[in-house]
């Protein structure tokens, strides 16, 4: 039931409220938005929060500047974002990796990714593809198995700690091969040493590989999900290896303490963007399938990604400094 108001009141409140609203109200953003990718330039997520750019400046009014901060799995970009003043002006691009498994694999990490982040929104979800050089000559999983089987190898990540360390080291157990981990800084220069046979595979997302595979540079021996971009490449579980369906997310977050108004704005934004349907089949043609979704979903996500992921770095043994 809604009270009327004493007449006393009647005369004032047509101007006190808007005033209140204004003062409770942030201005933002009214200058530009730094949204930290920390990954060099060229690799998979940068490749998507570039893509999303120019649509958000338009959006949100206000220039979004990206600034690549790669290093340790992503982490370090991540810290300096988590460390930043929580006013709505420094965003950071956030996956699975740098979220869900930093917190099992680094004893130092410099955040906590349940504690230290306000969780804007999902961009989009990306599965996952084992790429070979040619000169191994393996189109099939059974036929890299049997390539690598035998001989010291190697293989190549876009870093230490990230989903496409794990799923080497997954790969290498599960196929007991003699298989060494050569990460990078960033997917780029990991490509670069694949396609001229420095390392022998590759776990990482389509949206960086299938350029070099749709070239003949690199063969797609196997994704974890099937994926439009990479269409006559089979799954795992299609070729007798069901265990292997892992897919990165990628989202937005603030630092902790952001104000809600501006989390709301943000997740807002992005999910008009991620809407639009150029911009959907941009990131399709990429081999991302958009999720606009609330800032809630992407938080009860990492929430369940830390136990998942964190249960099968016990399993592997695998951890850093």
């Known amino acids: 039931m809604i009270r009327a108001l004493p007449l006393a009141l009647l005369s004032v409140a047509p101007?006190?409220?808007?005033?209140?609203a204004a003062a409770a109200e942030p201005a933002w953003p009214d200058k530009p938005i730094t949204l930290i990718v920390p990954f060099p330039a060229g690799g998979g997520t940068d490749l998507v929060v570039r893509t999303l750019q120019p649509a958000l400046t338009r959006q949100l009014q206000q220039t979004v500047i990206i600034q690549n901060a790669g290093?340790?799995?992503?982490?370090?970009?991540?810290?300096?974002?988590?460390?930043?003043?929580?006013?709505?002006?420094?965003?950071?691009a956030v996956t699975t990796s740098t979220v869900a498994l930093s917190a099992s694999l680094y004893r130092n990490l410099p955040y906590k990714p349940a504690h230290d982040f306000d969780y804007v929104g999902f961009i989009g979800t990306s599965p996952y593809v084992?790429?070979?050089q040619p000169a191994l000559k393996a189109t099939t999983l059974p036929a890299l198995v049997a390539a690598l089987k035998g001989r010291s190898a190697t293989y190549a990540s876009v870093g230490a700690g990230t989903v496409s360390h794990l799923l080497g080291e997954m790969f290498k157990?599960?196929?007991?091969?003699?298989?060494?981990?050569?990460?990078?800084?960033g997917a780029a220069p990991a490509y670069t040493d694949l396609i001229?046979?420095?390392v022998d595979i590759m776990f990482d997302n389509p949206v960086g590989l299938a350029p070099f595979v749709q070239s003949g540079k690199l063969v797609a021996v196997a994704t974890t999900a099937a994926t439009p971009i990479l269409p006559n490449v089979p799954t795992f579980a299609a070729q007798?290896?069901?265990a292997y369906t892992q897919s990165l997310w990628y989202g937005l977050a603030f630092p902790k303490g952001t104000p809600p108004a501006i989390v709301q704005k943000m997740n807002l934004a992005l999910n008009t963007v991620l809407r639009d349907p150029a911009i959907a089949a941009d990131l399709a043609a990429k081999g991302v399938d958009v999720h606009p979704d609330t800032a809630d979903a992407l938080a009860h996500t990492v929430s369940h990604d830390l136990a998942f992921w964190g249960e099968l770095i016990t399993t592997l043994g695998v951890q850093f400094d």
């Open 173 to 185: 157990k599960d196929e007991r091969l003699d298989l060494t981990h050569v990460p990078y800084r």
């Open 196 to 198: 001229g046979g420095q």
């Open 15 to 20: 101007l006190a409220l808007p005033l209140a």
């Open 240 to 242: 007798g290896m069901p």
């Open 71 to 92: 290093g340790a799995g992503g982490t370090v970009g991540t810290g300096q974002a988590a460390r930043a003043r929580p006013d709505g002006y420094t965003a950071v």
């Open 130 to 132: 084992l790429a070979a």
